[in-house]
């Protein structure tokens, strides 16, 4: 765990509070976050066009026809929420081992969906084509998922920590929607950038849909699930031993040693 040490003569300023990693919950943080990543990226192989029959907008060079997204739109968004909770109770340090992790797993899902698509198939198997299609990770895509990843998660959880070492343990709400907006952007912009061609999105128009489609919903979803987040965040401060003495040495405005 880690603190924000107090400049000399300012005994007041906050320092942000962490627990430690050797826990049993932080596992199961790892694990969901990484399902979430992995899941998410077979899911958003999949171009998806939302209220086509109803919303039309043609503003200069924009020309949208419903709302241009991925399969994964409803599920993306919590791997953020799961980054903000790993991130405030366990600190950066702890979130960044996360965020490898996951690269690692989506690395090795990469290369075991490749493998398996190239393994001769059986003359009964008729979904090889199926298959492919939906396992058959474009390299184009593989890109863009692994760079929007560890851009957005990386600028996520350290947005929400620095607010934290300057704040302490108030406006949380300010670190979760603050860290969201400039992860999530750079997260949708990245992966969009890269992406988009991949996905069959020719037009600028398109283009703008699905990238601020994709922030403004994500973002929305953050917002929506505050409260939830909020109450992980607290009972996990509760739950962790080592999240509360590092709250009390802070308070303290002793050194804190692990």
């Known amino acids: ?12 300023a906050p320092r942000a509070a962490f627990a430690a990693i050797g826990s049993r919950y932080f596992p199961l943080l790892v694990a969901l976050f990484v399902g979430v990543m992995l899941i998410s990226n077979v899911t958003g192989t999949k171009g998806v066009v939302l209220f086509d029959d109803w919303l039309h ?24 929420v799961l980054g903000d909770v790993i991130s405030e109770v366990y600190g950066f340090r702890a979130m960044r ?16 969906f490749w493998l398996t698509i190239h393994l001769p198939a059986a003359d009964f198997y008729e979904g090889q084509e199926a ?22 998660e990386f600028l996520n959880s350290f ?20 860290s969201t907006v400039v992860g999530e952007f750079a997260d949708t912009l990245v992966f969009c950038s890269i992406a988009a061609t991949a996905l069959g999105i020719s037009t600028w128009g398109d283009f703008v849909n699905y990238t601020i489609v994709g922030f403004v919903w994500k973002t929305l979803v953050e917002i929506v699930i505050m409260p939830v987040t909020y109450f992980v965040v607290g009972w996990l401060k509760r739950a962790e031993p080592t999240y509360q003495e590092a709250l009390d040495a802070a ?3 002793t050194p804190d040693v692990p």
Do not use: N
Not at 1 to 12: F, I, L, N, V, Y
Not at 140 to 146: D, P, S, V
């Open 97 to 112: 081992r996360t965020i490898l992790a996951g690269f690692a797993v989506l690395i090795l899902a990469s290369l075991c």
């Open 1 to 12: 765990m880690s603190t924000r040490p107090t400049e000399p003569g300012d005994a007041a």
């Open 251 to 253: 308070t303290a405005g």
């Open 131 to 152: 298959f492919e299609t939906v396992a058959g990770v474009v390299p184009q895509f593989l890109l863009a998922g692994l760079a929007g990843y560890v851009v957005g």
């Open 57 to 80: 907008l043609d503003v200069g060079p924009v020309h949208m026809q419903g709302l241009v997204t991925d399969g994964a739109f409803f599920l993306f968004p919590l791997a953020y």
């Open 159 to 178: 947005v929400l920590v620095k607010m934290k070492e300057r704040a302490g343990e108030r406006h949380l709400w300010a670190r979760l929607l603050g």
